[in-house]
DNA sequence: CGCCGATATCCTGCAACGTG
DNA sequence: CACGTTGCAGGATATCGGCG
């Protein structure tokens, strides 16, 4: 960069050579305002008394620089004070706006002590086509304003789905009704919001939808081990193929027709 | 820090089925 | 038969972790 070493001779060994250039200017002009008081005549031929006019009107115009100053230096305190105080007023603002908030969501909280009269009927699918383009869930579990709710919900519901042992490879219907139950129970002590949706259906389509996505995921992993074994051994597609892996998503080979047969049968039809 | 692949989420469109 | 529900396939998009 030009611009640094242009101004790295500024400080060091430069300031000789500076020195010389620098001599007939006057020194303080660094403000650049003291230097256009400098009296206009020459020293040479200045008398004693004009020397003392000189300094007289440096003093004043000094002087009422000097007062300039002030009054642009307690303008900008004003100033100063002023802003200070509107930040603190926003902040007092900020405050009573979450403690607001807060005695609003404790309200809400509580007044699910009348929990029939509050609870959420389950929007049909052209209600939830009318919520949007995205986020349909979101918007239907009134939670379009508080999106880590709705993902701290998603989270334990999909946990959930694990610890009471839906089978990862059968349909929302096929599972067993206890499971399901235990899992809606789980799930409203964990999220109390869940309580308000009817017959828990928020809690329902969310698990709907991690084992449609988890269906989907096995099969694509399926059908990419399948394209990346068929070169090799076949002993292990074989495996994988009638026990599914068995880890808590892939159960489709128990229990009603597996989503590998639904393939394999299907596709071939098609 | 940007790129890339894997994975999850959500959407659209479609077909099958049940119900009034 | 019209309409709603359910589930699926495929695609778009978001997110996350690994890597150079």
């Known amino acids: 960069m030009p611009g640094s070493n242009e101004n790295q001779p500024l400080t060091g060994p430069t300031v000789a050579a500076k020195k010389s250039r620098a001599a007939p200017s006057n020194p303080t002009t660094a403000s650049g305002q003291v230097g256009t008081v400098r009296p206009p005549v020459a020293a040479k031929t200045m008398t004693p008394a004009s020397k003392t006019l000189n300094k007289n009107q440096t003093k004043q115009v000094l002087q009422e620089k000097n007062t300039k100053f002030e009054d642009e230096n307690s303008r900008l305190r004003a100033k100063i004070l002023q802003l200070e105080e509107a930040e ?4 007092l603002m900020a405050t009573e706006a979450e403690a607001a ?11 699910h002590v009348d929990p029939m009269h509050e609870l959420m009927q389950k929007p049909t699918t052209a209600e939830m086509r009318d919520l949007g383009s995205r986020g349909r869930l979101l918007k239907a579990m009134k939670l379009e304003n508080n999106k880590a709710e709705y993902l701290a919900i998603q989270t334990s519901v999909h946990e959930l789905c694990s610890r009471v042992d839906l089978d ?6 096929a599972q067993p009704t206890s499971n399901l139950a ?3 129970k789980l799930a409203r002590q964990a999220h109390p919001h869940l309580e308000k949706f009817q017959n828990d259906w928020a809690t329902a389509e969310l698990v709907k939808q991690f084992l449609q996505n988890k269906r989907k995921a096995n099969k694509k992993r399926k059908a990419h081990t399948i394209a990346g074994t068929e070169n090799n ?11 599914d892996g068995d880890e808590v998503g892939d159960g489709s080979g128990s229990g009603e027709r597996g989503i590998a047969d639904d393939d394999d049968d299907d596709f071939g039809a098609c």
């Open 101 to 111: 908030k807060k005695v609003a969501e404790e309200k809400i909280r509580n007044s």
């Open 233 to 243: 051994k076949r002993s292990r597609f074989d495996d994988s193929d009638n026990s």
């Open 182 to 184: 235990k899992l809606f």
């Open 88 to 91: 603190r007023a926003a902040k």
């Open 168 to 173: 990862f490879g059968v349909l929302y219907n």
